[in-house]
């Protein structure tokens, strides 16, 4: 069944129209109508392509293989990536949030190729997302590959919808998933030092 949009009173097929145009373009000018603004004019006339692309470019993001897992006898021993930075999307109000991502891990027989930390990060990222949601993510993704319990994932949030909009004020919100092992206090502190106490 082919879906449509109403757009400008006129109903319009949601897949690419015969002229190639993208359904997220035709939102995109009624979006500058309805704000008041000529998508006519000069500097406006090619947003709604960009727009379409930037939304694509999004989600469609493809982050490469995340599975390079090799053998190590440093079974037990704590490993810390930090200072990932992502972009993600709040998924209430479609803006930005920055999260400074730190991961650590007990591994097993098993150890993660050190890229692949921040390529499950932007992986988890690259969507409509909550923080909690996403911290949650990235330890299921690196819990799975790494087959460790042992996982803590802490992302450090900077949300645009809370500091340009609504309450207006620019705040840091800290999320942190403890898993297994990693529950206990002496490896909390541990992986705490050895990213410096922040993500
Ligand atoms: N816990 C959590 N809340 C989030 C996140 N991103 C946005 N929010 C919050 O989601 C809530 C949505 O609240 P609503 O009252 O439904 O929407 P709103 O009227 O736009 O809320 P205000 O932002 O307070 O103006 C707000 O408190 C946001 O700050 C997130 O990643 N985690
Ligand atoms: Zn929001």
């Known amino acids: 069944m082919t879906s449509s949009i109403e757009v400008l009173g006129e109903s319009l097929p949601m897949e690419h129209g015969a002229k190639g145009t993208d359904p997220l373009e035709t939102l995109a000018r009624q979006l500058l109508v309805e704000i008041g603004e000529d998508p006519d004019r000069e500097g406006l006339r090619d947003t709604p392509a960009r727009y379409a692309r930037w939304w694509r470019e999004f989600t469609q993001y493809e982050p490469g293989s995340v599975e390079a897992v090799f053998e190590t006898a440093a079974t037990g021993s704590l490993v810390a990536v930090s200072g990932i930075d992502v972009w993600s999307l709040c998924e ?79 705040a840091t919100m800290t999320t942190a998933m403890w898993r297994g092992g990693l529950r206990e206090s002496s490896l909390r502190a541990e992986l705490l030092a050895l990213t410096g106490g922040t993500p």
């Open 92 to 170: 209430h109000h479609l803006l930005p949030f920055s999260c400074r991502i730190a991961i650590g891990y007990l591994p097993g027989k098993k150890m993660l190729g050190l890229s692949k930390f921040a390529r499950i990060a932007h992986l988890h990222a690259h969507r409509l997302q909550s923080q909690e949601q996403l911290t949650h993510d990235i330890a299921d993704d690196v819990e799975r590959l790494t087959g460790s319990p042992d996982v803590a994932v802490i992302g450090q949030g900077k949300h645009l919808c809370m500091a340009m909009r609504g309450v207006r004020t620019p």
